[in-house]
């Protein structure tokens, strides 16, 4: 079957199996939702408009994703009313908000039509170009006088297109003025329904972000965001880089760099956006407040912390509120899973602007997600590579634990000039290094009463059951779980877990909390050295995928791998 010339790449039953067996659903709250019912008139109408927005910014992160992903999906929705195969094609389609992408199962990526391929620059740079050509143009513009251009280029919020034999750069304002104007409008009836004058603020700041193409609108955006601890309604238009691959690759030009960092000229990967929607829950919320309590103490027991500006406990003090969510819409860049789905996030990322300009930081927990797991696969995992004495220790509130630690462990550490320096690494390095500031640090917690020694072994043996025990080699070096790798090689090596004959797990709690702290002092000497050689030895050395990591995984895959996601939203 073809959907505009473009043949679909799997048979009809194929993408039957992966839609029907290999797909699991992440339910969204409705309006019988108990926070829903607690909210204002105003409130509930204000929600309403902002899940409008998050639809709206979909369409903006397929364009920013590929070229062919509005025409395809268009294509695919007028099919489906009428073929099963095109309504099935469809689904795998929203899943991965997109025509191609990695599973985190699968070597090569999932791509559902003969002849269209990701890009490594996604749809932000022109398809045609690689990085040697972008190195050469890059210095050929240097070369000619171009700098302030250049700088416009690799700056995380445009859209680059061929100008001759040069490049330009496109501000997102300009790029998604419509869809932009659309969202505003969208935020600015939400915030006249809302009952929350903090909120009320926030939305006309990054309504104005939207219209305006001034980074400073962005920075005083941020700024209010970050600052709302008790309001009822969640919004956040997130920005993250992970998918734009190419930008990084500038770095492997020492010469470049040196010419690039003489001009004070950063390059930072395109911004990828999405939208949430939600309900702050305040229950759920108080737990992570008692963890906030502890981080500027925290930030003082970090590795080589006289080397580095801290993020947090520094000059500027503890800026950081943090709140559990009971989610609406995810959208855009959330909504593509391919291979997972977000369980938190703590943002404005380091190469964000406004933490230079002295804002904050929001840590943001989805309830609805991480209340998705199979349980029933679990306790099988559990009963075959776990010995019985620690299957008390497993259960997913202790991941969510770990969690918070993890987002927390973002704030703390060297900042973006450090990370932004390791190229390629940079996110592979940043998000184990985020997990070992948890695992390194959750006696602290204990000794401040937050949790319990028994708690602190759930928190462990979880960790390592969830995360370590993977499914597959993280296929296109997927960040998070090539970290994951990381930790489970070295934490082996180290003596703090092991297998018996029967290839149960054992654990040494007390070098877990060695161990951990050991590696997330290596972590930090990469981060320091600026150096990505550094960073590819280290990342090499410890991301050997052994027998005993091939039998875990072989073992999870034969009770049913399902790594494709359907959100479902109700509103």
Known sequence: MKINGFKIKYSAADIKQRVSKQMRQVVLIDEENESYKKLSEGDKKALKYLVNAARIINDVALEMDHPMNLVQKQALEVAAEKSPYAANTLKLFNSLNGVAGSNGIDKEPVEIFEGIHQYAGCNFYPTDLDAAELSRIINKMLDDGKAEEVRKILSARTMVRRDGKYLKAIDYTEYFADEFSEIANELECAAHFTTDELFKDYLGWQTQALLQNNEEMDILADKHWAKMQDTPLEFTLSRENYDDKLTSQLFSDKALCARLEALRINPVPKDMLGIRVGIVNKQGTE???????????????????????????????????????????????????????????????????????????????????????????????????????????????????????????????????????????????????????????????????????????????????????????????????????????????????????????????????????????????????????????????????????KYISEFKQSLGIRPYIDIVSSF
């Open 287 to 549: 737990l992570l407040l008692k963890f906030k309590n502890e981080m500027t103490k925290l930030a003082s027991l970090m590795p080589y912390s006289d080397k580095y500006e801290q993020n947090v406990g520094g000059k500027n003090g503890l800026k950081q509120t943090m709140v559990d969510v009971d989610i609406a819409a995810l959208t855009g860049d959330y909504a593509l899973c391919r291979g997972g789905i977000t369980l938190a996030q703590n943002l404005p990322n380091n190469d964000k602007p406004s933490l230079a300009h002295g804002g904050g930081r929001r840590n943001v927990y989805h309830r609805q997600v991480r209340r998705s797991g199979e349980s029933e696969k679990t306790q099988e995992i559990l009963k075959k590579l776990v010995i019985p004495e620690l299957h008390k220790y497993y259960d997913n509130e202790y991941d969510h634990l770990f969690t918070i630690g993890h987002e927390n462990g973002h704030s703390l550490g060297p900042d973006s000039t450090y990370q932004t320096a390791l190229g390629i690494y940079h996110h592979i390095i940043e998000e184990h290094k985020a997990d070992m500031v948890s695992a390194a640090m959750m006696p602290e917690y204990v000794k401040a009463g937050i949790i319990s020694e028994e708690e602190l072994k759930a928190i462990y043996v979880t960790w390592i059951v969830k995360r370590h025990f993977m499914k597959a080699y993280p296929q296109d070096r997927e960040a998070h779980r090539m970290a994951d790798l990381i930790e489970y090689n070295y934490l082996h090596d180290y003596g703090a877990f092991w297998f018996d004959d029967d290839k149960k797990l054992h654990v040494d709690f007390v070098k877990m909390q060695s161990g951990s702290r050991s590696l997330l002092e290596k972590i930090i000497e990469v981060q320091l050295s600026k150096s990505p050689e550094v960073a590819e030895k280290f990342v090499n050395k410890w991301t050997e995928w052994g027998e005993m990591l």
